[in-house]
């Protein structure tokens, strides 16, 4: 199949976990075991470098100490988009098993506050366990949803940033030669696929919502692994429609050198704002199918919008 011939394609992305060491050492690490010619940093993320795809670290002692992450190139894009500065408070609203948990963990170099919730128990128990093992000391792992988390609370207060990154269909997921899986959604009926995508639909934009509600959240980054217009674009226009005090961050600190961008026909209200959204295709870049948008909320000068 199209994604077998994809996951064939796809590097092996290993993201250095600068809590525990540094791109500059780990590149030393690889070059004496030999990797010298076979691996690049990568072009648009500093904290990431690129193999070729049989390459596997699952074993290597740098992987089992947590000094590198072994994530998909794509989704590295939420935590550099989010921009968190050092001491700033964030919920990272949907967080297990916590890679990009502890992805903004890192950048913020485990100053400031992250809140981390997830409804499914087992699986915040990965993410402790796992940013434990990256040396992440500035989360509080939070089970239970993030719908109903309270946007008043104190212990909120100085919360600006969120990462949000719900449940949604998998459609981009290609599965590694490592890790092959069934795609569900090829077998599907229209009609069934119709009504779960606008029920997946339905819920990320009540995550969206809910994390608006929030008195000084101005810098929200939504992501699916999707690559459906459904979860994707529409959202967006959704989300712009009703909540005029917020826009789309601007490209130029949305991943700018990024060429992929969102599909101006699948948001035609707001069709001039696709380039501000990023996409990723698997069969053309080299990583999963993805998909970014940064929502940004309007200073008291208030910008107008169309
Ligand atoms: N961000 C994670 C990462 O990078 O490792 C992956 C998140 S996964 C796409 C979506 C997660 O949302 C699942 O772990 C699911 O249990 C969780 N979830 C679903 N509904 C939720 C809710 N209402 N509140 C909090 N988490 C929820």
């Not at 596997?56 to 992987?63: K, Q, R, S, V």
């Not at 366990?129 to 100085?158: Q, R, V, Y």
């Not at 529409?234 to 599909?263: E, N, Y």
């Amino acid at each position: 199949s199209q994604k077998a011939k994809d996951a064939v394609l796809i590097p092996r992305y290993v993201r250095v976990n600068e809590l525990k060491t540094t791109v500059d050492k780990m590149i030393k690490v690889f070059k004496q075991e030999g990797y010298t010619f076979s691996f690049i940093k990568d072009e648009h993320l500093a904290d990431l470098l690129v193999f070729h795809p049989r390459a596997d670290f699952h074993d290597h002692p740098h992987y089992l100490a947590g000094d590198i992450i072994l994530q998909d190139k794509a989704s590295c894009f939420p935590a550099h988009v989010a921009q968190i500065p050092k001491d700033a408070h964030a919920i990272d609203a949907c967080a297990a098993p916590g890679n990009k948990t502890s992805h903004l963990s890192s950048l913020l170099k485990n100053t400031g506050r992250i809140w981390a919730f997830d409804l499914d128990q087992r699986r915040l128990n990965t993410l402790k366990k796992l940013t434990n093992k990256a040396g992440c000391k500035n989360i509080d792992a939070i089970h239970g949803s993030f719908l109903e988390a309270d946007p008043m609370d104190p212990k909120f207060d100085k919360v600006e940033y969120f990462l949000l990154d719900p449940s949604c269909s998998g459609s981009g997921i290609i599965s590694r030669l490592d890790h092959l899986i069934d795609d569900e959604d090829e077998h599907e009926a229209d009609g069934a696929k119709d009504e779960r995508l606008q029920n997946l639909s339905d819920f990320q934009i009540s995550v969206i919502e809910h994390a608006m509600k929030f008195p000084r959240a101005k810098r929200i980054v939504y992501s699916t692994c999707s690559i459906h217009a459904q979860e994707n674009e529409h959202v967006v226009q959704t989300i712009l429609t009703k909540h005029p005090d917020f826009s789309l961050a601007p490209r130029s600190s949305v991943l700018p050198t990024w060429q992929r961008r969102g599909l101006p026909n699948e948001m035609s209200l707001f069709n001039d704002q696709a380039q501000n959204v990023v996409r990723t295709l698997p069969s053309e870049d080299l990583t999963n199918g993805f998909f970014v948008a940064c929502f940004v909320r309007h200073q008291q000068t208030g910008v107008k919008r169309p």
